[in-house]
């Protein structure tokens, strides 16, 4: 196809003697109709894929189906079995037959150990898409039947999901043995193994999914690091921003008994679509929810609706979804819309902080995850400003970054500080700006919010039709490949980023021809003017598809040759940037015989600290009456025996469920703990306690002096402090059961308390938790369902409370409690069943 073309440009120089600048139109011209050419024919080539396909590995396999081999035939007798059979005996006794019609395998890692014998000849090659889903125990299967592996996937976006997985690895260093010590604990994905492990990295980094560069640019510069390579659209003059934040005032129904929606911002939502849908009856579009009672209330909603939303909801294309956090990895559409439901509360006017998944650990790569599905536009529709989120409160890295988004959309630049940073301009750029300044036209430099930019962006004064020039300055000579220079910029920049022209302009003709080059950047901007307007009657858009078909054919791709391979957790270590955001299939072209990993590092600016809602608690939130003695004599508490039944609670008549509100800490004067002696600082700390108590009572000690010690400036609390605590209590009021001691609310006594404080996240740990709430919680998991297992129990109790990790520490507890309860007929146990005692 090049030579072809040359050819015809050759003739066409001789025919029409075109000099310089028409020389450079007509090739760029002809450049153009190429892509156009090839977009065309790799659209039929996708077509034709289906019977194509089958018949060229039939040709390079050799396989005759009018004469089949013996190992063929066989096969194809298996096939015509009515009975019996199954796909791993097809794969066990026709492996080689197989492969020679089938030689590419699409297969679920949980699938590929269930149909794939181990002893079946290995596979040249395996393939991870989407790796930081997949678990390493999942993984190890599909690694050992292949012979080499390319594990491609991005750090930030979604782990593997944790809601039913419960460890049993995290053992505190007294109760580990010394081969826990030896042996490390696996990664959360292969993917972030592949990193640990120091692989061979292949980078990638253009982004060309979204026609609106705002769309990247906060994750750009959040997550990676601002080194993912994205294309500008020309300047807008309109004021309408891709990213936008609509307060809608509604009000969220939560506490015990709530919804957990909101039925304003529901509504707004619907009248967003519907307004959407009538502008552009085409128009693609996502709803995307922070928890899934707001999802289903949107989707009742919808199924009610008639005409131009039901059939975006039917659509065979891109239909229309309302999806969480959890669930929309993988989906892309032209307007994402998000209902953020939570509101301040009305009595307080305090937003609460638990956000659902969006508050544990890994909340932010759902939040990554859900801000870049959209093409063209993201409105958030939400009941609170960004200043209500108060970061003092939290350290959930998902709620910052919450914050930092709903800001940037609102139009606070500073939210995304460093993201639109110039290139400083060289000599011959500005004598070129001056050139243009001169002869009349509107200059803009550096057009962009990523490492790439539109150097100058000119038009002529009124109009509103901007041309892009790309000049062959430092920039353009660092970029590896001749595609990356030459075709992927014009491509985009022109048919998916809607540029009407885009022009090059070349030191060497600069210098040899100025008034040549202003001519033809003038001609350019007039052309602009007339394709713009055509533009607003029939647009044209080249698909991500036929960008990687493009990709493929003018040039092999940087393979990364040279790329630093230092740690990733160091911070020097530069950004990667992986296929599922770019959706460029660059990981075929690497080497067989190498394991590819494609992603990001960790952005340096988070902290390797634990965020709110971590399994593991920092050491100041680790609470044990083991930790010291205390001042308090423990045998001045009221104690129960118990190795003997007696009336406490778990027996009440009624098990009320209601939401678990942790105190908030207070900032009061510092350093009264250390003064007690003195009456006004004993007061002020006793009534602090009171508070704290009557908040969260019943309350375990360490954790009430920990709560009390921080409001007074203290982060870690001694024994001795804790004992100092715990004499400002009541002696009435302080219980001890199995070495811990619990403080319980004025008026209210474990006999008759019947309540079960749930949480969605661990805000207290087992040892926090008191035996009579324990109790209540595996009675109300037991009214559920005739018999449970203890292991089942143990699970259903800590889902109740937030906790997903079984370690030592929370299995001794709940095995104590479970006995406890037995012993005093509450629960009845047989064997490793246990259920409630018959009336």
């Known amino acids: 196809m090049r030579d072809a073309v040359d050819a015809e440009i050759a003739d066409a120089v001789r025919a029409e003697r075109l000099d310089s600048a028409g020389l450079e139109r007509f090739n760029a011209k002809r450049r153009m109709q190429r892509i156009e050419e090839f977009a065309r024919e790799s659209d039929s080539a996708r077509k034709a894929a289906p019977t194509a396909l089958p018949a060229l590995v039939r040709q390079a396999h050799a396989v005759d189906t009018r004469r089949p081999s013996k190992d063929l035939a ?10 019996g059979g199954s796909i791993r005996e097809l794969l066990a006794q026709h492996s080689p037959a197989l492969r020679r019609l089938t030689p590419c395998l699409l297969m679920s890692p949980a699938n590929v150990a269930r149909f794939v014998p181990a002893d079946v000849e290995p596979f040249d090659l395996v393939i991870f898409d989407e790796a930081s889903q997949i678990r390493v125990a999942d993984a190890v299967g599909a690694l050992g039947r292949a012979k080499a592996a390319i594990v491609v996937g991005d750090s930030e976006q979604m782990p593997p999901t944790s809601m039913f997985a419960v460890s049993n690895s995290d053992k505190d260093d007294d109760s580990a043995t010394e081969e826990d010590l030896l042996v490390p604990s696996d990664q959360e994905s292969i993917l972030s193994e592949c990193v640990d492990s120091n692989i061979r990295r292949l980078w990638l980094t253009w982004h060309y999914r979204s026609q609106d560069e705002s769309l990247i640019t906060f994750s750009n510069h959040a997550y990676y690091h601002d080194r993912l390579a994205s294309f500008p659209a020309p300047p807008s003059d309109s004021g309408e921003r891709a990213v936008s934040m609509k307060l809608v005032r509604g009000q969220f129904d939560g506490g015990v008994g709530g919804t957990r929606t909101n039925k304003v911002e529901a509504t707004a939502i619907l009248e967003e679509v519907k307004e959407l849908l009538r502008r552009d009856p085409s128009t693609s579009i996502g709803i995307v929810t922070l928890n899934s009672q707001q999802r289903d209330l949107l989707t009742e909603m919808f199924e009610e609706e008639e005409g131009a939303v039901r059939r975006a909801m039917n659509r065979d294309e891109d239909p229309l979804f309302v999806k969480n956090l959890e669930n929309v990895q993988g989906d892309e559409r032209d307007v994402i819309l998000f209902s953020l439901a939570f509101s301040p509360n009305e009595k307080t006017n305090r937003l609460g902080l638990n956000f659902g998944p969006l508050t544990r650990t890994g909340g932010h790569h759902r939040l990554n995850v859900a801000i870049t599905r959209a093409r063209k536009k993201v409105k958030l529709l939400a009941s609170f400003q960004p200043e209500d989120i108060d970061l003092s409160r939290t350290r959930s890295v998902g709620l910052h970054d919450l914050r930092a988004y709903m800001e940037f959309a609102r139009g606070d630049e500073s939210a995304v500080e460093g993201a639109i940073a110039r290139l400083a301009p060289d000599a011959y750029r500005r004598s070129l700006v001056e050139a243009l300044t001169k002869s009349g036209l509107e200059v803009r430099e550096g057009v962009g919010t990523s490492s790439f930019k539109v150097d100058l962006a000119v038009r002529r004064p009124g109009s509103e039709a901007w041309v892009a020039l790309l000049l062959d300055g430092k920039e353009w000579a660092e970029r590896a490949t001749v595609s990356d220079r030459e075709v992927l910029p014009e491509m985009v920049l022109g048919k998916v980023m809607q540029w009407p022209r885009v022009e090059r302009v070349w030191l060497p003709e600069w210098i040899a021809d100025e008034a040549g080059v202003l001519a033809r950047i003038d001609e350019a901007c007039a052309d602009a003017s007339a394709k713009l307007a055509e533009s607003r009657v029939e647009s044209a858009e080249v698909s991500a598809d036929e960008v990687n078909a493009v990709l493929h054919e003018e040039l092999d791709l940087h393979t990364g040759e040279g790329a630093p391979t230092t740690n990733s957790f160091e911070p020097s270590q530069p950004a990667v940037l992986d296929a599922p955001l770019t959706r460029m299939h660059t990981a075929m072209s690497a080497r067989l015989d190498e394991v590819g990993e494609l992603t990001v590092a960790p952005p340096e600016s988070v902290a390797p600290e634990l965020s709110e809602g971590s399994d593991i608690e920092p050491d100041e939130h680790t609470y044990s009456a083991s930790d010291g003695p205390s001042e308090f004599p423990q045998s001045s508490f009221a104690s129960t025996d118990d190795e003997e039944p007696n009336t406490e609670a778990g027996c009440a008549d009624e098990i009320l469920l209601e939401e678990f509100i942790p105190w908030e800490t207070e900032t009061l004067e510092e350093g009264l703990l250390s003064d007690l002696t003195e009456p006004h600082a004993k007061a002020r700390v006793r009534e602090t306690v009171r508070r704290v108590v009557a908040a969260e009572g019943p309350i375990e000690s360490w954790r009430l002096a920990t709560i009390v010690g921080r409001s007074y400036g203290v982060q870690r609390v001694s024994s001795l402090r804790h004992g100092s605590v715990l004499n400002l209590v009541p002696r009435t009021q302080a219980r001890a059961e199995n070495g811990l001691t619990f403080v319980w ?30 109790t209540n919680a595996m009675i109300l998991a037991l009214s559920e369902y005739p018999a449970m297992s203890v292991p089942a129990l143990h699970r259903a109790t800590m889902r109740t409370f937030g906790i997903s990790r079984l370690g030592s520490n929370v299995q001794s507890r709940l095995e104590a409690v479970l006995a406890w309860a037995v012993r005093n007929g509450w629960i009845v146990k047989d064997g490793h069943l246990c259920a409630l005692p018959e009336e």
């Open 74 to 83: 066989a096969l194809h007798r298996e096939f015509e079995r009515k009975r």
């Open 745 to 774: 609310p004025e008026d209210v006594t474990p006999d008759a308390y019947n309540l079960v404080r749930q949480s969605s996240v661990p805000h207290r740990s087992v040892t926090e938790i008191s035996r009579a709430e324990l």
